[in-house]
């Protein structure tokens, strides 16, 4: 293993990672493994042996836990957080990044639905941040890093749960940064531009559509899941130790042009 520098090695730490089965989450789960956290990957589909997430966290040498969770269910959020309270060691990096989304015309679009995203998005996350949050500030630091989105700034076209939600995890992470800086709690998040991931196949593989997006973003192409994981290997390490209640923009320049 190469050399890490302390200042973003985070040798010793725990993390938690919500979405980590495959796309971003798994590419989080892998990069803080590789800066020296152990890993708890969490969601909905993850195999009971972690699959992927802990073969990629396992291949640097760090310990792995696999905690399937549906965050759409309330009870299983319940369930989720008394395993890891139950955990032999404190969580030192809660990254919140598990989320789903629906999409319907705002004049259509079902309450059931609304409904789904917004409990995924934005009530679990809390949930999660609450509690995780609470034992960090009793023991004066932790890191929190929420995923929020491109739809944190806009408000796209046809997907308005996922925009609410999206804009109420840049508000909550701004509410628990002022809150919890005082007591040594970095609570900050990152907004991935247009990544190359599942969610985005419809896109990239419709040429009208592609081409519009590729020529807003000044970097020319699309991102990769590791675009967005080395920004939460930063928020993550001492090295942002004074960064707090920011909402991160990893999006090639999408927002500035």
């Not at 520098?5 to 990672?17: K, P, Q």
């Not at 079902?110 to 409990?119: I, T």
């Not at 996350?125 to 960090?136: E, K, R, V």
């Not at 749960?161 to 002022?178: E, R």
């Amino acid at each position: 293993m190469t050399p890490r520098s302390s200042r973003f090695s985070l040798e010793g730490r725990l993390a938690v990672v919500t979405g980590a089965r495959r796309g971003i989450g798994l590419a989080i789960a892998d990069a803080l493994a590789e800066a020296g956290a152990d890993v708890v990957g969490v969601s909905a589909a993850l195999e009971l042996d972690g699959g992927a997430a802990r073969q990629r966290v396992e291949a640097h040498g760090r310990r792995f836990w696999s905690m399937p969770a549906e965050l759409s269910d309330r009870d299983a959020v319940r369930s989720l957080m008394d395993r890891l309270a139950a955990l032999d060691r404190p969580i030192d990096i809660l990254v919140n990044n598990a989320g789903t989304i629906r999409r319907a015309p705002a004049a259509e679009h079902p309450l059931a639905d609304w409904e789904h995203v917004l409990e995924v998005n934005l009530t679990a996350q809390f949930l999660l941040a609450q509690q995780i949050g609470a034992g960090m500030v009793g023991r004066g630091h932790g890191k929190i890093i929420f995923t929020a989105s491109m739809l944190s700034f806009q408000g796209g076209i046809n997907v308005v749960g996922y925009t609410a939600s999206k804009h109420g995890i840049a508000g909550i992470t701004k509410a628990l940064a002022n809150e919890w800086a005082p007591h040594g709690v970095n609570v900050n998040a990152v907004a991935p531009g247009y990544i190359a991931t599942d969610n985005t196949e419809a896109l990239r593989n419709d040429p009208d559509r592609s081409r519009a997006i590729l020529e807003r973003i000044p970097a020319g192409r699309w991102g990769r899941p590791q675009d967005i994981a080395g920004a939460v290997v930063f928020l993550s390490s001492p090295a942002s130790d004074y960064v707090n209640g920011t909402v991160l923009a990893v999006d090639g320049g999408w927002l500035a042009r």
